[in-house]
């Protein structure tokens, strides 16, 4: 089943911008799709009108069979959403917060205390109830603003930038605790970030730039298209001498040797050719840092 289907939808402003410029897509259920792009790309602005916050200029979004501006009502008892910027109150304790904004869903008060239990077990905040927001650390606020979009059970969760401004660490024990949900909730999760890293096990990388879609593939896919595989190797003043010898183009960098490749499967011919002048060698596939530098760099 397809959790959205997004249909040549437009949005303009009445200033004359011209955010999303005809965009089609679709997602499967119980996937994992990244949207990439620079700021003022369109890829919020398409988020927003997915998720009932703006209105469509044209085109039409199917959410679970559901369509946007027809059933909105429908469509946000089925989604959780994590802003960029928290919605919490610094004040109130974590547990006051999830209670306020859990009532809004319409929960009774017996089922809320019971998934505020629940989702504080999954994403191991049960010590931080009690204690007032605005002391939490940046991880543990990210935690909480997940745990308050969960309580409804929704079966889609957008995260817009959810680990902006967090630590390596917190970015990593966050991930950990998001994808522990996707499995043991099934649901279907739509991502929106500037750490490329974090797209690497999405199952869809939706790339819009200028209000356009401009990629819809793997990450893999996406690597294999557009990047190179660098080859850096170690050795002696013989090492240079042969490469020169059979004119193999390279580069030295913090005195390795850095060939680009066209595939990882040619590093096997180099390095078995020059092994007896190889100290140690490193093979690095294309990121999707090449990626996305390969497909805006000329905007």
Known sequence: MKALIINDVHKKYHNGVHAVKGISLSIDELSFTAFLGKNGAGKSTLMHM???LTDITSGSIKMFDYDVT???EKIRSLIGIVFQHSMMDDILSV????SIRGSMYGLSKESLNERIIEVSKTLDIEGLLKRQYGSLSGGQRRKVDIARALLHQ?????LDEPTTGLDPKSRQELWEYIHKLRVSSSMTILLTTHYLEEVMDADQVIVIDEGLLIENASSHALREKYTRTKLYLSGNESLHQALDHDAINYVVHQNRVVMSLDTPFESLNVI?????????????QGTMDDVFFALTSEV
Do not use: G
């Open 50 to 52: 997915m998720s009932t």
């Open 154 to 158: 929704p079966r889609l969760l957008i």
């Open 70 to 72: 027809h059933d909105d």
């Open 95 to 98: 547990n006051d917060n999830l």
């Open 272 to 284: 078995n050719k020059y092994q007896p002048f190889i100290q140690s060698f490193e093979v690095i």
